[in-house]
């Protein structure tokens, strides 16, 4: 029985299709050729930090020990809310990963998760990122300089627009489509002044209006959506599974309930199929 610490699904689309493998890439495992079969996730009362493996008896900022949820830029404020980037006043936890990881282009999108929403990703996140929020489809709308700067254009739209993933309802599929090209113009139309005056602020050239892409749509490998979403957790059960019905955003989907295995980041588990 293979183990290890869990962490997020990797996902890739293919052809359309998102597609799931999990555990370290060495021995990862193809979720989507589980699909219909049976697999079990056995807690083995361990939970281990992601980023330097000390021994937990709690993650923090979700799979971390205190110590490194403390010093590590990747668990600082700024990185829930990016328009709190502290990186030009010299305060960034840890300049180097700030360099690497905020200070570069930035999108900002819109997706249909579990209805309209307006989100920001690293250039690189596309589209992983809008398979981790179970979208399924997504438009880049505006590229900018920093992340922080994408940031105060996602604060900006997110005055209209809704900016978090109802998650239970994308869980139970049947989202309505969306014309993610006929809300672009929209917004633009709306807040076309404001863009105006806050690429005036940042200085010409630090943002650019994406007016001709094309929606990424993205399919999941489900075979039957639940009716009735029920969580399921590590903290209250050592062995969590069933049949695997389904995969979603960063959700399994068992005939028992759904488990997010983002949320158990550095959980070490045993795998059986
Ligand atoms: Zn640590």
Not at 125 to 146: E, H, M, Y
Not at 169 to 186: A, C, P, S, T, V
Not at 201 to 208: D, H, R, Y
Not at 228 to 250: F, Y
Request: proline residues 3%; neutral net charge; contains cysteine.
């Amino acid at each position: 029985m293979t183990s290890f610490n869990l962490d997020k699904m990797n996902c890739e689309l293919k052809a359309g299709l998102a597609h799931y493998t999990l555990g370290p890439a060495s021995s990862a495992i193809d979720l989507n050729a589980l699909l219909g079969k049976r697999l079990i996730l056995k807690f083995q009362l361990e939970i281990n930090c992601t980023h330097c493996g000390l021994k937990v008896k709690k993650a923090y900022s979700g799979g971390y020990c205190y110590k490194c949820s403390l010093k590590l830029a990747e668990c600082d404020m700024c990185i829930l809310k990016p328009e709190l980037c502290h990186f030009a006043a010299g305060t960034c936890r840890e300049p180097s990963w700030g360099e690497a990881n905020c200070m570069i282009p930035h999108y900002v999108y819109l997706a249909n998760s579990s209805g309209l929403k307006v989100g920001i990703t690293r250039s690189t996140q596309i589209p992983t990122r809008w398979i981790d929020q179970g979208a399924v489809a997504g438009l880049p709308i505006l590229k900018v300089s920093t992340r922080y700067q994408s940031g105060l254009f996602e604060k900006l739209l997110a005055s209209e627009l809704n900016d978090k993933t109802d998650w239970r309802k994308m869980l139970k599929g049947n989202i309505e489509e969306i014309d993610l090209i006929q809300k672009r113009d929209e917004v633009f139309e709306l807040f076309g002044e404001s863009l105006d005056s806050l690429e005036n602020e940042l200085g010409a050239g630090q943002i650019e209006i994406l007016e001709n892409l094309k929606p990424t749509t993205i399919e999941y490998p489900v075979l039957v959506y639940p009716e009735k979403v029920s969580t399921l957790s590590l903290d209250k059960n050592e062995s969590v599974g069933g049949i695997l019905q389904g995969i979603k955003g960063q959700y399994l989907i068992f005939d028992t309930g759904v488990i997010n295995i983002r949320s158990h980041t550095g959980y070490k588990v045993a795998i059986e199929i």
